[in-house]
């Protein structure tokens, strides 16, 4: 269902997508499926993911499976750090998962 919710957001355009991603119950482990899936190269899907995570960021800190999350957002956010994601359109992609990482290591520390 996240899957296909991303596509639908992400492929489709269809807005309302966004914000049943962030109102389903999604736990780190389903956040780690989506940033391994096919659907991370595309960076409003990566955008869509990173929101939901700062928005459940309190839920997600406490659970064994943060710190693999973590670990791949900050993967993503290398990989689009590099020299062939340097367009402006990946500007607010890599804005989206450095906050996704303030809000959940925020809550991993308190």
Not at 3 to 28: G, P, T, Y
Not at 77 to 105: K, W
Request: with cysteine; proline share 1%.
């Amino acid at each position: 269902i996240i899957s296909s919710l991303l596509v639908v957001r992400s492929q489709h355009s269809v807005e309302s997508a966004s914000r049943a991603l962030v109102s389903v119950h999604i736990d780190a482990s389903d956040f780690c499926f989506l940033l391994k899936s096919e659907s991370s190269n595309d960076p409003l899907a990566v955008t869509c993911v990173a929101d939901a995570i700062r928005g459940r960021a309190s839920v997600l800190a406490g659970i064994d499976v943060s710190f693999q999350l973590s670990t791949l957002l900050f993967d993503k956010l290398a990989e689009l750090s590099t020299e062939s994601f340097s367009g402006m359109s990946y500007d607010y992609t890599r804005l989206s998962l450095v906050q996704a990482l303030v809000s959940l290591h925020e809550e991993m520390v308190s």
